[in-house]
């Protein structure tokens, strides 16, 4: 076997779900997972972590202490959800099931990326495979690299709906006590990491480079590989743009997929573990949870894609002194942030720059 994952033309090509944070990715990939031939796996951050530290040995053979690292990295997920230290031991993918199948694909990291998806799916009985992780939004050639064949969504959202949402959502979280006390702990952490990445601008700019990357992977690839899908018409006709996407992705659709849209982890609703509950009330919400200033500091600095993208703007006055403090108190804002993300990324220099280049036009 080489060094490349299967592209088999016989096997389902995987369905990659990407975008901004708080864009709908998650609904997404539970109304795809309902399905019943396609299976979301959660986020792995694979592109932008793992895959970074095992640079040049992608599709190589690895050694004893890079097999070990890749397989206590994905049986860990399979136990708590990527950024809660999930114990390796515990997890629901067997070691010598990772392992075996990685050698039955291929090569290399990639190979055990590959068979930790499929392995995911084959629990779920499902025949195709898909991952989800927003920011591989930066890496949609790297994936068509490792997948020629893949489909890869790219979700879409009202850039102050998504400042609101992230913003908003751990407000009125409330965390069942069936939780066990450590995974508690851990979330906390999750939560304060999350609270340190928080500042408007950060937001607004960061879903500006995604919208780039989008646009670009959008003029610059196949449309048989890129799919741009608003939440907003998910959300408004929800069988109509399913029903458009299964076709696309080259499934039958099923009626009555995304009759209910289930709300998990929105900052809509209280309940973490999601309440399926009319998404399109939550469309708009920005209105009123969004103050005048901030509305006109994400349109300001959005610039252009506002209207690239169909989004109107909302007739609010910018206070230019305003606007200057919020730039003023960006530099500190973003190393905070950095700070609190380090651990999440495999080169904190490349991750950064391809993110701020987008964002700076």
């Known amino acids: 076997m080489n060094g490349k994952p299967t592209t088999d033309p016989t096997h389902p090509e995987p369905v990659f779900i990407v975008g901004p944070a708080r864009s709908g990715t998650t609904l997404l990939g539970k109304v795809l997972s309902d399905h019943p031939a396609i299976h979301i796996t959660d986020e792995t951050h694979y592109f932008d972590d793992l895959r970074t530290k095992m640079k040049g040995r992608e599709k190589q053979g690895l050694t004893q202490e890079d097999t070990e690292l890749c397989i206590r990295y994905f049986r860990s997920l399979s136990h708590l959800p990527y950024g809660l230290n999930g114990d390796p031991e515990q997890g629901k993918v067997g070691r010598e099931e990772l392992h075996a199948m990685a050698k039955q694909i291929g090569k290399g990291a990639d190979a055990f990326f590959e068979a930790y998806c499929r392995i995911t799916a ?3 009985n499902k025949p195709r495979w898909g991952e989800k992780t927003p920011r591989h939004v930066f890496r949609i050639r790297e994936l068509l690299e490792t997948h020629p064949r893949a489909k890869i969504i790219c979700m ?8 609101a949402s992230y913003r908003d959502w751990q407000k009125n979280l409330k965390v069942p006590q069936t939780v066990p006390a450590p995974i508690r702990a851990r979330m906390d952490e999750e939560y304060k990491r999350k609270r340190k990445s928080y500042h408007p601008l950060i937001m607004t700019l960061m879903w500006k480079a995604t919208a780039s990357a989008i646009l670009k992977a959008q003029a610059d690839l196949d449309t048989a590989n890129v799919y741009v899908l608003k939440y907003e ?7 109509k743009t399913i029903q458009s996407l299964c076709q696309w992705i080259g499934v039958p659709y099923e009626t009555g997929l995304g009759d209910e849209l289930p709300m998990w982890n929105s900052s809509y609703t209280a309940g973490f573990l999601g ?3 009319e998404a399109s009330k939550a469309k708009d919400r920005w209105h009123q949870t969004l103050t005048a200033h901030e509305i006109a500091v994400i349109q300001t600095a959005c610039g252009r894609l506002l209207a690239d993208l169909g989004y109107e703007r909302h007739p ?4 230019l002194l305003r606007y200057a403090w919020s730039w003023v108190t960006l530099p500190l804002a973003v190393v905070r942030a950095t700070l ?3 651990g999440r990324v495999g080169r904190l220099l490349p991750y950064m720059y391809r993110r701020i280049k987008l964002a700076l036009g």
Request: aromatic fraction near 0%; proline fraction near 7%; hydrophobic fraction near 45%.
């Open 156 to 163: 879409m959202r009202d850039p102050r709906a998504v400042v």
């Open 122 to 124: 084959s629990k779920e």
């Open 340 to 342: 609190a993300n380090r």
């Open 275 to 277: 309440t399926a509950v």
């Open 316 to 319: 609010v006055r910018l206070s």
């Open 233 to 239: 018409n998910l959300v408004q006709e929800p069988a």
